[in-house]
């Protein structure tokens, strides 16, 4: 299990929009904090990026060994198409991440890399099928992308999917899709996840690296806001409508497929998704200001406390 956390949540890592000081202040405040390894561009960035998340920690955990910081993440592309893996893995080796995200595919040798420095992975599913296949390749915990998820997110609704993992998975579970509050964050303890995966409220974080327009697209959208669509990328997912509108397409409209074999004339390249196709989840409408992210971690500690309360836990 994952220690030192003040709630039992985890933050997703954006891609393009995750960075060290986001990190830093989520495991400071009290959850796991998380990045995608690609987001450090050249790969050099990656090594740098790694010594100070672990130096800020460190001299946290020096200055306030009554409140340690929580662990954090680094999440890595499993897919064939990324051509850093092995390198981005080297340059883990050295600084040993507690912990492992891996995505787009689960190979057993990366989980045994990670083993040989001491963490563990986390593998996202998003059925039954796949969650089996994780673990048989040595995945220590499953990250449950349930419907209503940020960017690529299953079709299942979030009781059936953990209620069939759970059949059969003892291990540590994480839930992702629409929780965005700490009463959802209690839902999904309830329903037999172990901890919250909790992506789009991070956006609207004064460290996040995103545009001002995303931010505040992610506070003023709803559920009714949330596109989903494989157009984008060819894998299906979920995005902000206003993202959409902006680059002249119809959201309501969107034609199944791949938009790199669309035609949209001389006059503008092609719209790229998270750049331009911002992603977000269908829990947005819980987000109602861009915040620090030490902030929005309390008022999740404060919401997660009240709905216990209110259950008397």
Not at 101 to 111: D, F, K, P, V
Not at 250 to 266: A, E, K, R, Y
Request: with cysteine; net charge negative; proline share 5%.
């Amino acid at each position: 299990m994952i220690d030192n956390l003040r709630i039992p949540a985890v933050a997703a890592p954006l891609f393009i929009i995750s960075n060290p000081a986001l990190v830093i202040a989520q495991c400071k405040a009290g959850i796991v904090g998380s990045f995608p390894a690609l987001n450090a561009r050249p790969q050099s960035q990656l090594d740098e990026w790694l010594a100070e998340i672990t130096e800020a920690l460190a001299a946290h955990d020096r200055d306030h060994p009554d409140q340690p910081a929580a662990p954090y993440a680094v999440n890595q592309i499993v897919h064939r198409s990324n051509d850093r893996l092995e390198q981005d893995l080297e340059t883990c080796a050295k600084y040993a991440p507690p912990i492992t995200i891996t995505s787009l595919g689960a190979r057993a040798e990366l989980n045994d890399a990670v083993h040989a420095w001491g963490g563990i992975t986390l593998h996202d599913v998003i059925n039954n099928r796949f969650a089996r296949k994780a673990v048989e390749k040595g995945a220590d915990g499953l990250i449950a992308v349930a419907w209503g998820a940020g960017g690529h997110a299953g079709r299942l609704n979030p009781f059936a999917l953990v209620r069939e993992i759970r059949a059969w998975f003892d291990g540590p579970l994480l839930l992702s899709g629409s929780i965005a509050s700490g009463d959802g964050i209690l839902a999904a303890q309830a329903m037999g996840a172990d901890y919250a995966y909790i992506g789009s409220p991070f956006i609207a974080t004064d460290e996040a690296r995103a545009a001002d327009a995303y931010k505040q697209g992610i506070v003023d959208g709803s559920a009714d806001d949330i596109v989903y669509s494989n157009l984008f990328t060819g894998v299906h997912g979920n995005y902000l409508r206003a993202s959409i509108e902006a680059v002249g397409m119809d959201p309501d409209n969107l034609p199944d497929g791949d938009v790199s074999t669309m035609s949209f004339g001389s006059e503008r390249e092609k719209p790229k998704a998270w750049k331009e196709i911002w992603g977000a989840g269908q829990g947005i409408g819980a987000v109602d200001a861009v915040r620090p992210a030490s902030e929005l971690v309390a008022k999740l500690a404060e919401e997660y406390a009240a709905a216990r309360a209110r259950l008397a836990l």
